[in-house]
Nanobody, 116 residues
Framework: QVQLVESGGGLVQAGGSLRLSCAASGRTSDMGWFRQAQGKEREFVSSIRWSGSSTYYADSVKGRFTISRDNAKNTVYLQMNGLKPEDTAVYYC????????????WGQGTQVTVSS
């Protein structure tokens, strides 16, 4: 069982930046970030292959968010720039045990609040 621990959330003004980190207790395959705003369903934000060669983004964050990973540290990052109030949500880190599987491991979530 792999444990995921997120950090880096907080309160920021619109236009500001935050960097989320997610440390895994063991090796994983693809890793991703999801978010859930109050009263809404959880949605995909971004993901990255184990090699780091392929990254994916939701249209709503393209050009503003950047995902990266350090496999030596079993850690994935989400750099968030140009934050908007609509980015306010609990952000969850997720990981797959293999590329062809589902996201099985989930973190506890970290709150990101963007004030206008």
């Amino acid at each position: 069982q792999v444990q995921l621990v997120e950090s880096g959330g907080g309160l920021v003004q619109a236009g500001g930046s935050l960097r989320l980190s997610c440390a895994a207790s063991g090796r994983t395959s693809d890793m991703g970030w999801f978010r859930q705003a109050q009263g809404k369903e959880r949605e995909f934000v971004s993901s990255i292959r184990w090699s780091g060669s392929s990254t994916y983004y939701a249209d709503s964050v393209k050009g503003r968010f950047t995902i990266s990973r350090d496999n030596a540290k079993n850690t994935v990052y989400l750099q968030m720039n140009g934050l908007k109030p609509e980015d306010t949500a609990v952000y969850y880190c997720a990981a797959k045990p293999s590329t062809w599987g589902s996201y099985v491991y989930w973190g506890q979530g970290t709150q990101v609040t963007v004030s206008s």
